[in-house]
C-alpha cells in the first residue's frame, strides 16, 4: 500500500483513476465540498480527524489536510520489464526517501520507461518518497530488489554509470542510444557494484562538469540534469 500526504498527492492519484482504500481528513480544515471529498463519496473507509491528530499521523514537519492510502501498484519486476528500454534509470545504495521520490517525480518527467531500486536504496513506498514524487509514483513502474547480476541478465542495453570525477563529459556520450543510468550514492557513489557491471555490460562513466571546489551533486540533481541531457540529444542530433 502507499500513503499519499496531502491533497495534491492524493489528487494525482486520483487523476489516474487510482481508488483509495481510506482516506483521512482534517475535520477543521477541509470543507464537504473539497473535489478529493466529491470524488471519494462511495468510499466507506473515510475518516474526519483533528489536526493535532493529523499531525501525528504524518511524517510531514506540517500536517497534511488530507491523507489517502492507496493500492501499491505492480509488482513489476526486472526480469519480466519489457526490454531494452529506450532509458531506465537504476538507484545503488540511495538510501534518502526524498531522493528516491525525487527521482521517481524526475525519470517520470524525462522519459524514463522505469526506475529500479538496487541494493540500499530506500523504499518508493516510504511516505516521504512518495511525497516527494508528487504523484509520479503512481505513474511510473518502479522495480525493486534489483541487483547489479540482475541487470546482467538482459541485453539490448548498455549501462550509463554517473561518476564523480573522471567519467566523459555528457554530451560526449550518445544518450539517445537505449540507457540504462545508473546512480549510486553521494558518498560511495557507484563503487560497490561497478565490478559487477563492468565484467557483463558495456559501461560508459560520465561526469558532470562543476565549479572548483565543489565535490559532488545531490544525486537527484545529477540524475535530472542527465536526464535532461539526453531530451536535448534527442532533439538537436539528427536521426543516424
Same mark, same amino acid.
Given at each position: 500500500? +502507499?500513503?499519499?500526504?496531502?491533497?495534491?498527492?492524493? $489528487?494525482?492519484?486520483?487523476? *489516474?483513476?487510482? $481508488?483509495?482504500?481510506?482516506?483521512?481528513?482534517?475535520? !477543521?480544515?477541509? $470543507?464537504?465540498?473539497?473535489?478529493?471529498?466529491?470524488?471519494?463519496?462511495?468510499? %466507506?473507509? *473515510?475518516?474526519?480527524?483533528?489536526?493535532?491528530?493529523?499531525?501525528?499521523?504524518?511524517?510531514?514537519?506540517?500536517?497534511?489536510?488530507?491523507?489517502?492510502?492507496?493500492?501499491?501498484?505492480?509488482?513489476?519486476? =526486472?526480469?519480466?520489464? &519489457?526490454?531494452?528500454?529506450?532509458?531506465?534509470?537504476?538507484?545503488?545504495?540511495?538510501?534518502?526517501?526524498?531522493?528516491?521520490?525525487?527521482?521517481? *517525480?524526475?525519470? &517520470?518527467?524525462?522519459? @524514463?520507461?522505469?526506475?529500479? +531500486?538496487?541494493?540500499? %536504496?530506500?523504499?518508493? @513506498?516510504?511516505?516521504?518518497?512518495?511525497?516527494?514524487?508528487?504523484? #509520479?509514483? =503512481?505513474?511510473?513502474?518502479?522495480?525493486?530488489?534489483?541487483?547489479?547480476?540482475? +541487470?546482467?541478465?538482459?541485453?539490448? =542495453?548498455?549501462?550509463?554509470?554517473?561518476?564523480?570525477?573522471?567519467?566523459?563529459?555528457?554530451?560526449?556520450?550518445?544518450?539517445?542510444?537505449?540507457?540504462?543510468?545508473?546512480?549510486?550514492?553521494?558518498?560511495?557513489?557507484?563503487?560497490?557494484?561497478?565490478?559487477?557491471?563492468?565484467?557483463?555490460? !558495456?559501461?560508459?562513466?560520465?561526469?558532470?562538469?562543476?565549479?572548483?571546489?565543489?565535490?559532488?551533486?545531490?544525486?537527484?540533481?545529477?540524475?535530472? #540534469?542527465?536526464?535532461?541531457?539526453?531530451? *536535448? $540529444?534527442?532533439?538537436?542530433?539528427?536521426?543516424?
Amino acid at each position: 500500500m +502507499l500513503v499519499a500526504e496531502g491533497e495534491d498527492v492524493v $489528487q494525482a492519484a486520483l487523476d *489516474r483513476g487510482i $481508488q483509495p482504500i481510506m482516506l483521512v481528513v482534517d475535520e !477543521e480544515r477541509v $470543507q464537504d465540498d473539497d473535489p478529493r471529498l466529491l470524488a471519494t463519496a462511495w468510499l %466507506s473507509e *473515510r475518516y474526519c480527524a483533528s489536526t493535532r491528530l493529523m499531525a501525528g499521523a504524518s511524517s510531514l514537519a506540517q500536517p497534511p489536510r488530507i491523507i489517502g492510502v492507496f493500492p501499491q501498484s505492480g509488482p513489476h519486476h =526486472f526480469r519480466t520489464v &519489457a526490454m531494452p528500454p529506450s532509458l531506465g534509470v537504476y538507484l545503488a545504495g540511495v538510501a534518502d526517501p526524498g531522493n528516491v521520490g525525487t527521482l521517481v *517525480r524526475t525519470s &517520470a518527467a524525462l522519459g @524514463a520507461d522505469w526506475l529500479a +531500486l538496487g541494493p540500499g %536504496s530506500a523504499d518508493a @513506498a516510504h511516505p516521504r518518497a512518495v511525497r516527494a514524487a508528487m504523484g #509520479a509514483t =503512481f505513474a511510473l513502474p518502479v522495480l525493486e530488489g534489483v541487483k547489479p547480476e540482475d +541487470l546482467v541478465t538482459r541485453e539490448g =542495453f548498455r549501462v550509463v554509470a554517473a561518476v564523480a570525477h573522471g567519467g566523459a563529459m555528457p554530451w560526449e556520450v550518445d544518450l539517445t542510444q537505449p540507457t540504462v543510468l545508473a546512480l549510486g550514492a553521494e558518498r560511495a557513489g557507484l563503487d560497490p557494484i561497478m565490478d559487477a557491471l563492468r565484467d557483463h555490460l !558495456e559501461v560508459v562513466e560520465v561526469t558532470i562538469p562543476q565549479g572548483d571546489g565543489a565535490e559532488s551533486l545531490n544525486v537527484a540533481a545529477a540524475g535530472a #540534469a542527465l536526464m535532461s541531457e539526453r531530451i *536535448r $540529444q534527442s532533439i538537436t542530433m539528427p536521426p543516424s
